[in-house]
């Protein structure tokens, strides 16, 4: 009787610990789609500090710049290695004339940013700095064109003016302003959420003022990529797609927007005072994406079968209410370890979704929404977002290694979500690199990875992000809460890798 109750007492502290073990199967020779290295890529608007006391603070000021943008923006950015930065927005887009933002900065007119605190704009950031910028970090510029207020001629003298080699009147003007050789960028967005902001159209009407446009964008080798609709109206997918799709050489990328608000549009929740009901709002909608993916892509693979047409999602992350006390325009909130489970686990699908998503820019890159950097005056922090774009680099071009997780549910309240999501991919070196997410913000959970196809893998080593508490965020002037720490709580035997994974986590885990 006393052994079956020492048993029992066994079996109870045991799962406690880890509440079931979940296994994971990866298929090592079947890697056949690469993850596009532009699925780690940023946005920045004109919008509260994001561009203005973010990355630019104009040459004059005494917080340390090149060419006007701050070095220690620029030093922070290298570091996650951003792809593609798309600019100037956003809502802020399809109100944006281009041509106000070129020349000496001292002449440029100013306009009121409408959608964004109505505050004055004054120009002094524009295409040549915004290229400059992209520049300076290494990073492929993504231009949204205005369509909503703006003209055809605006928008193909934009093009021309940044690609064309050849004599004219726009290129002429560049050189004027002191930039000799084009910068042939190729992605280009006609509008911004049309069917809202950007102009509230219908997607009939859209379909073809994007055509229109798209035919005259024609300087240099481009991408042309069309507004979407909201992420579960499938009826602009298929209307948007099937009219301009008719034109193949006018239509390479389609835009999907998707947002994390605690409990929807009227109810966003607090960036940092939120209790474990919020924490599971959260990630049952950040989950809730796979299916609006799905659908959008199951209407993709139809309308083009031959998967020519990238799923562009160019907006995309957490937007929570703004921190007390700040500028309701500015959508300044700050950061906690929430945010960098949710945003492994946004990037562990976009991932997974690599054959038919080309490109995904995080909302937005500093001071807005889910932000890599925040910035005071001369202060920086770096956010849980950011390690996690850190860490997640090494799937930036690696072939995406297909992926079987079967897991344990992270259960509150009697909901119950998975309480793990995964990815796997292989770089060019020969080295796999799993990803893993813990949402549960309670229990560990222990992990058993099967490894199946040829294998000779012998070295490995890990990296974790997680903190104490779930509200846990990085402050100015305070010592950092999150960021990255060596993690050595797994066993890799040849074909077997058994991982304890703590709460609210997230991990990689090298092999070589
Ligand atoms: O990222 C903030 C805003 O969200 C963008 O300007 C707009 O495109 C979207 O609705």
Redesign the pocket.
């Known amino acids: 009787m006393r052994l079956l109750k020492s048993l029992i007492l066994v079996l109870i502290l045991s799962s406690n610990a880890y509440s079931q073990t979940n296994q994971i199967t990866i298929n090592l020779d079947s890697g056949n789609v690469v993850i596009d290295k532009n699925i780690y890529g940023h ?1 920045a ?1 004109h ?1 509260g500090n994001c561009i203005y006391g973010g990355f630019w603070v104009g040459e004059d000021s005494k917080i340390p710049n090149t060419r006007g943008i701050r070095n220690d923006v620029i030093e922070a950015m290298k570091e996650i290695n951003p792809p593609v930065i798309r600019w100037p ?5 399809d109100y944006y004339h281009w041509k106000d933002g070129i020349g000496p900065q001292e002449q440029r007119p100013t306009m009121i940013n409408s ?2 605190g109505g505050v004055t704009e004054d120009n002094s950031f524009g295409t040549h700095e915004f290229l400059d910028l992209c520049e300076l970090i290494g990073a492929e510029p993504y231009i949204c064109i205005n369509v909503g207020s703006g003209t055809v001629q605006e928008a193909a003298d934009w093009v021309e003016y940044v690609n064309s080699a050849n004599e004219s009147p726009m290129t002429k003007l560049r050189k004027q302003n002191g930039r000799e050789k084009p910068w042939n960028v190729k992605y280009w967005a006609v509008g ?2 049309s069917w ?3 102009g509230n159209m219908s997607p009939e009407y859209y379909a073809d003022l994007f055509n229109r446009f798209s035919t005259f964008l024609r300087a240099g080798d481009l991408y042309k990529i069309a507004s979407g609709g909201l992420p579960d109206d499938i009826n602009w997918t298929s209307t948007v797609l099937d009219k301009t799709k008719r034109h193949s050489q006018l239509i390479d990328g389609y835009s999907y ?1 998707y ?1 994390t608000f605690a409990y929807g549009w009227n109810n966003k929740g607090s960036a940092t005072a939120f209790s474990e009901k919020d924490w599971f709002a959260t990630m049952y909608q950040t989950l809730q994406m796979r299916k609006s993916l799905a659908d959008n892509i199951s209407v993709m693979d139809k309308l083009d079968p031959e998967n020519k047409i990238g799923l562009i999602a160019d ?1 995309w992350g957490n ?1 929570f209410e703004v921190e007390p006390g700040t500028n309701p325009g500015f ?1 300044y909130q700050q950061n906690t370890i929430r945010d960098a489970v949710t945003a492994a686990v946004y990037l562990n699908i976009f991932n997974n979704n690599a054959r038919r998503v080309k490109m995904a820019n995080i ?2 890159t500093i001071n ?2 889910q932000a890599m950097l925040l910035t005071k005056d001369e202060k920086i922090v770096k956010t849980p977002t950011f390690y996690v774009f850190k860490m997640y680099k090494v799937h930036q071009d690696a072939a995406l290694l297909p992926i079987k997780v079967e897991c344990s549910n992270y259960e509150f309240n009697g909901q119950k979500l998975p309480s793990i999501t995964a990815s796997a991919s292989k770089d060019a070196n020969g080295k796999i690199h799993i990803s893993l997410a813990n949402i549960d913000p309670k229990k560990d959970s222990k992990i058993e990875i099967s490894l199946s196809g040829k294998n000779d893998l012998k070295f490995s080593k890990g990296e974790i992000i997680t903190s104490a508490n779930m509200n846990d965020f990085n402050d100015f002037d305070k010592e950092e809460k999150v960021n990255i720490s060596e993690f050595n709580d797994f066993d890799f035997k040849r074909n077997k890798l058994s991982v304890n994974m703590p709460s609210k986590s997230v991990v990689t885990i090298e092999l070589n």
Do not use: K, R
């Open positions: 946005f608007e919008l927005g956003g809502c802020f887009a959608s964004w911004n959420e809202g902001c950007g927007h947002y907006e937007w959508l909302a937005q807005v929404l």
